[in-house]
């Protein structure tokens, strides 16, 4: 799939992840490459882009036995854009499957 | 590629790109490297995974170009604090008016309530009508005092939204990260809110019921409904 594309689709999953919870980078790295085929390093450039927008804060956690972690957190901005993106993104992938399924109904 | 292997070209190639912050962006993909590894993943297989170092590195945004001059920004934000200022002045101003006259309704209450008449300047009635109207000024007065509370917390957002504006303004030309804007609404908590709400309802109840039963009883008493001709109030 269009690299280009699947950013700004990724970039929903992200914020979808955290209307959850806070989660550290790898939480959110590893349930996305779960589900998605996407290399797992591509999550981090993500993050920090949601970040420098505001959609997201970050903070510190001690954790028993290693470095403190770092949570990051949906802003009360990050929450309304999410609100606003998923309901443009589901309406768009309803109109693109009725789309694609009219055009295999045409083939038949 | 070891762990070392892949940090160390990740390092390089941000470092050529001009990646701000690339101690934080190496500090996670370290992080994720321990992960993996906890999860008995090697080191080769983890930074397979993670993708060509290539590759992530260019999709991390470069430092923002800086758009806008920062020596006309500042100009401008002088102009901005200017106005702003003067606004705040004008404000400011009649917040004090409000509260002067809050002041001056309970001050007018309590005289009228304990027949207090300094310097004789509150005119004759009878102490009956007097106490009426009395509660009714003390209404007045609460009502007031809460809509100064409204009003200085309204200033209050307001000087906070303007420092935001500021602080974004300054950040979009030095290429910091922006805050995402203040609502300029004032922002009470619930409770607050319900209580100034209530406190508000009873003081203006108190008001207009007062207002109209002195104005009923000294009209009675007066035997007239203009009843300050029948007192004399404004002979000289």
Partial sequence: MNAQYKKGVLELCVLSLLTKGDHYGYAISDSLSRRIDIADGTVYPILRKLKSDGLLTTYLQEESGGPPRKYYSLTALGREVYAKDRAEYLSFAENVQKLLEDDAHDEN | MTKTEYLDRLAAILKKNQIPDAEDILAEYEQHFAFKLADGYSEEEAAARLGAP??????????????????????????????????????????????????????????????????????????????????????????????????????????????????????????????????????????????????ALIALAVFAICFVLGYIAAALSAGQLSFWHAWGWFQA
Avoid: W
């Fill in chain 2, 54 to 199: 290539e590759l992530l590195a260019v999709q991390f945004e470069k430092r923002e170009t800086h758009t806008g001059n920062a020596a006309l920004t500042r100009l401008g934000l002088v102009f901005a604090d200017f106005s702003f200022g003067l606004a705040l002045v004008l404000l400011a101003a009649f917040g004090i008016v409000l509260i002067a006259l809050s002041l001056a309704c309970a001050a007018a209450a309590i005289c009228l309530i304990t027949g207090l008449n300094i310097a004789g300047l509150i005119p004759s009635m009878p102490y009956g009508c007097a106490v009426v109207m009395g509660l009714a000024l003390l209404g007045l007065a609460v009502l007031t005092a809460v809509g100064c509370v409204y009003y200085f917390a309204f200033i209050r957002q307001l000087i906070r939204s303007f420092g935001r504006f500021r602080h974004n303004a300054l950040a979009s030309v030095s290429g910091k990260a922006a805050l995402p804007p203040l609502p300029v609404r004032a922002l009470l908590s619930v409770r607050a809110n319900r209580r100034l709400r209530a406190v």
